[in-house]
């Protein structure tokens, strides 16, 4: 098994301009391995705009890791306005997925791979996701998976004599926990762009989130005959 799984995101743009971001994870845990700059900004300081539901003590945490490691992605990006037209492909072992879309469209699934990886205690609830990470995911695909990984923990709950859920209670109560750190972590990093482009990809993974406990039910009622062959009796 390899030590590490990698995301090339890469972006062109109208003027011929690229950006390139290799996203490296350790296989083991999938957190990501990254080499944070020196000089990190003051925006990337734990205490600033601190998320209200952040557990992270600042005593033991001098900066907040997802500021940390998107810092470097928001300086890239802080000129950019979030309607310029980009060309995106995402290159990953198995295969390479494309996009010709909006600069907001084409940077959240970058925000989010690298938010749900930096160590948050509250968007690592989403990480077993990043395995099989899916830019530019439709809403059906993001509940198909979502609703796929509780369940899949729940299991492993029970394999560890734990008492599983089978409600989807407790996966509400993750993505509301996640748009909250959405809407508190796109305050703090109003404060580093000039432009719209960073903040507004970052709405794009909230309208996500809030849709995600808003339609789950309906969707999951949609997608049920699919699955006519397994609930025989």
Not at 18 to 23: L, Y
Not at 52 to 70: F, Q, T, V
Not at 117 to 130: A, F, H, I, N, R
């Amino acid at each position: 098994m390899d030590s590490e799984i990698r995301f090339v995101y890469s972006y062109k743009f109208k003027d011929g301009s690229t950006k390139h971001f290799d996203i490296r994870l350790d296989a083991s845990n999938l957190l990501l391995i990254a080499k944070r700059p020196e000089d990190l900004p003051l925006w990337a300081l734990l205490p600033f705009n601190k998320c209200a539901i952040c557990p992270l003590s600042e005593k033991d945490h001098i900066y907040c890791p997802i500021s940390a490691n998107l810092a470097g992605v928001v300086e890239e990006f802080k000129n950019f306005l979030s309607h310029e037209r980009v060309s995106v492909t995402v290159a990953c072992e198995e295969r390479i997925y494309g996009k010709e879309t909006t600069v907001q469209g084409g940077l959240s699934p970058l925000l989010g791979i690298i938010m749900t990886t930096s160590g948050c205690p509250v968007m690592e609830q989403l990480k077993p996701m990043v395995r099989f990470h899916l830019p530019f995911a439709s809403l059906d695909e993001t509940i198909f998976r979502g609703v796929t990984m509780y369940f899949t923990a729940q299991y492993f709950r029970r394999q560890d004599g734990k008492e599983p859920t089978w409600s989807l209670d407790g996966l509400g109560k993750i993505y509301s926990d996640v748009g909250q750190v959405n809407r508190d972590f796109a305050v703090r990093m109003r404060a580093a762009a000039r432009k719209d482009a960073n903040v507004n990809a970052l709405v794009n993974l909230d309208v996500f989130a809030s849709m995600m406990t808003l339609a789950v039910e309906d969707t999951l009622g949609r997608l049920k005959p699919y699955f006519s062959a397994l609930l025989r009796e």
